[in-house]
């Protein structure tokens, strides 16, 4: 009798640890969990991959742009202009590049190194301009800061703001089909 109530609680407890993934008839119970958890880590990658594949075609699409046109601002810039505009449209899911995104901007880090270590040829320069180079970054970081806050802040009132006039007309709606509804039965 142990045996049965053993095996209860051992399915159990594969049910509780993975409950996303169907079982295969075709294959025991461990190898299809294992089977659906690669199959998840895989399409997790092909997100990322794909993400950044996006991100980087901006980029691309953005440079090509400025170097044809003579733009005078940089790539970056006309990049995230770009995407902004593609994402408003809808040409691009947000779906489709946040995995991407997600994870460049948690390797960010690893971005910098090969500008940290060019410092090392550069050590005249920084002896003779340090001070006036330090002031200049500490000065574009906080600007950049709080520039960056003021516009976070504006378009958080305007989402606000948007979903206020949403919800009051959704509700004057409401309203007026309960009101309409009254009328009709009374």
Known sequence: MNAPATTDATQATQATRAPHVMRR???PADTSAAHGTTTRHLSRYVRIAAGVAALSGVW???SWLVARCHLPVSAGVVGLILLLALLLTGRV???GIAAGARWMLAELLLFFVPA???IIEYGHLLRHDGLQLMIIIV???VAVMVVTGLVVESVTRIETRRRARRFAAAR???IAR?????TSKG
Not at 178 to 182: D, G, L, N, R
């Open 178 to 182: 309960m009101t309409q509804t009254a």
């Open 116 to 118: 940290v270590v060019s």
């Open 139 to 141: 000065a574009g970081t």
């Open 172 to 174: 004057s709606q409401r």
């Open 93 to 95: 899911p947000v779906d």
């Open 60 to 62: 691309w699409i953005a």
């Open 25 to 27: 008839p075709d294959l």
